[in-house]
């Protein structure tokens, strides 16, 4: 993954409910193939607020078919990097972005038959619609059905266009919307995405066995209900792909082993690569993880989230050992592999290498 950061201007801000906004970027011919995504996909971003460097990550709410590089913004309380971009970007500013990254993806093939449902909550819908917008455009023979939940109405994010979407895929495509707060006629659309409400779901609307792939983005309790009545129903892991955007805190217990496993590690070597770059960096545990060693030292190692669940600073361990707090980021194929998440990981042994050029 490249861990460069790109000037793109900004074509277009729209507003799409009273507090998230959609952002559509102009793609010079230049950076057309850095910025060639695969759906689901999100993109990193950089800035500057009284002098702290703040990075956000947010996903591509368009299908790669559509030609053009957009993301989806909602203002979260107290978030400054999300309320100034409702609140002050505009067409023509240039923001500092990363190339397109993420594994929330899916190969959808042409000449594929398959079912696939996603289980969105709020802005979860963002990189489930890129989702969605490609299986419909590229596999003309594929169903997609959406569980989309919101508070009320006005703040469901992307409506029309995913009106839109129904009436034109209109055998292929289903949507059902859940509010919170407001009353539907029909009792099984009423309230939230919670477990009760998804059990019912897989027992009256879905037959689980015959679905290829289930998608799941939204809010932490949503996505923890959605992953486990699918595992209850005997779901293969493999068939659940699910987005994070962020975690809640370590439990007491989890930071205190974390902290006695980053005292353990004090004074330990590690051969760190970074764009065919390598330097010899010590463990220091007041800094926390690899990560933090490494940019100490003065490596530009990528990273995003600091939370383990956007794999932005993703690196392979070629030797020796390290464990990490917490992975939401990285799929089992990739930990068999050797990635690890580095914001998350502490060296274990002595003489550790990992490589951020994979
Ligand atoms: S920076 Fe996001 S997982 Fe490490």
Redesign the pocket.
């Given at each position: 993954m490249s861990i460069d950061f790109y000037k793109l201007r900004v074509a277009e801000v729209k507003r799409e409910t009273p507090d998230a906004v959609s952002v559509r970027f102009e793609l010079p011919a230049s950076l057309r193939d850095t910025f060639a995504f695969k759906a689901g996909q999100h993109l990193t971003f950089r800035r500057a607020f009284g002098g702290e460097e703040v990075r956000r990550?947010y996903s591509v709410c368009v299908a790669p078919s559509e030609g053009m590089l957009k993301i989806g913004v909602k203002k979260i309380a107290g978030g400054v990097f999300s309320g100034w971009v409702n609140d002050e970007l505009k067409a023509g500013d240039e923001l500092d972005v990363m190339a397109p990254h993420g594994s929330f993806c899916w190969d959808f093939t042409a000449g594929a038959r398959r079912a696939y449902v996603a289980f969105a909550g709020g802005s979860g819908i963002t990189p489930i619609l890129s989702l969605m917008k490609a299986a419909l455009a590229t596999e003309p023979n594929s169903r997609f059905i959406l569980f989309y939940g919101n508070r009320n109405s006005a703040g469901v994010m992307f409506l029309e266009e995913i009106a839109g979407l129904k009436d034109r895929y209109l055998d292929r495509l289903s949507v059902y919307h859940f509010l919170e707060d407001e009353e539907e006629e029909i009792e099984l659309f009423n309230g939230r995405l919670d477990r009760a409400k998804i059990d019912e779901l897989l027992i009256q609307l879905v037959k689980p066995a015959h679905v290829d792939a289930f998608f799941i983005c939204g809010p932490g309790p949503m996505m923890d209900a959605a992953e486990d009545a699918l595992l209850a129903r005997g779901v293969d892991k493999g068939r659940i792909l699910i987005e994070r955007f962020t975690t809640g805190p370590l439990s007491a217990a989890q930071a205190a082993a974390a902290r006695a496993l980053e005292e353990k590690a004090a004074g330990l070597k590690m051969s760190v690569t970074l764009n065919g770059r390598r330097m010899n960096v010590t463990f220091d545990p007041a800094k926390h993880s690899i990560?933090d060693n490494v940019r100490a030292a003065g490596l530009p190692a990528?990273?995003?989230?600091?939370?383990?669940?956007?794999?932005?600073?993703?690196a392979k361990v070629t030797a020796g050992e390290v464990s990490m707090k917490v992975n939401?980021?990285l799929s089992a194929q990739e930990l068999a592999d050797g990635y690890v998440?580095?914001?998350?990981a502490t060296p274990v042994t002595e003489g550790v290498a990992l490589t951020y050029d994979v």
């Open positions: 990550n990560l990528p990273f995003a989230c600091k939370g383990g669940v956007c794999a932005t600073c993703r939401y980021g998440l580095t914001c998350q």
